[in-house]
């Protein structure tokens, strides 16, 4: 089986900043052939995909928190992080940490709990 576990969540003042963590539980062969991916819903909301990381650290950021938002992975820890500067209250979400691998002619996803993130005053 695969675990994926999100923390860190909590309320934050607008302009603040907050570390989400990602830890997950997963065969080596898995882990190293993955894509992480952090991705957000608000409610009422579609989801959206926010930040992506491949095995060897390359990354993709939505333009909206281009500049602002880091994701990084720490292969030994099996663990993938998201920090997040300058936040806004319309990022007030559920924040959902995925990982993606292709197995069986398609892509496999699991998905994590998701961490609640409040940007208010």
């Known amino acids: 089986q695969v675990q994926v576990v999100e923390s860190g969540g909590g309320l934050v003042q607008p302009g603040g900043s907050l570390r989400l963590s990602c830890a997950c539980a997963?065969?080596?062969?898995?882990?190293?052939?993955?894509?992480m991916r952090w991705n957000r819903q608000a409610p009422g909301k579609q989801r959206e995909l926010v930040a992506s990381?491949?095995?060897?650290?390359?990354?993709t950021y939505s333009d909206s928190v281009k500049g602002r938002f880091t994701i990084s992975r720490d292969n030994a820890k099996y663990t993938v992080y998201l920090d997040m500067n300058s936040l806004k209250p319309e990022e007030t979400a559920v924040y959902y940490c995925?990982?993606?691998?292709?197995?069986?002619?398609?892509?496999?996803?699991?998905w994590g709990q998701g961490t609640q993130v409040t940007v208010s005053s």
């Open positions: 995925n990982l993606d691998i292709w197995m069986s002619g398609a892509i496999r996803g699991y």
């Open positions: 997963a065969p080596g062969r898995i882990w190293s052939n993955s894509t």
């Open positions: 990381i491949t095995y060897n650290g390359s990354t």
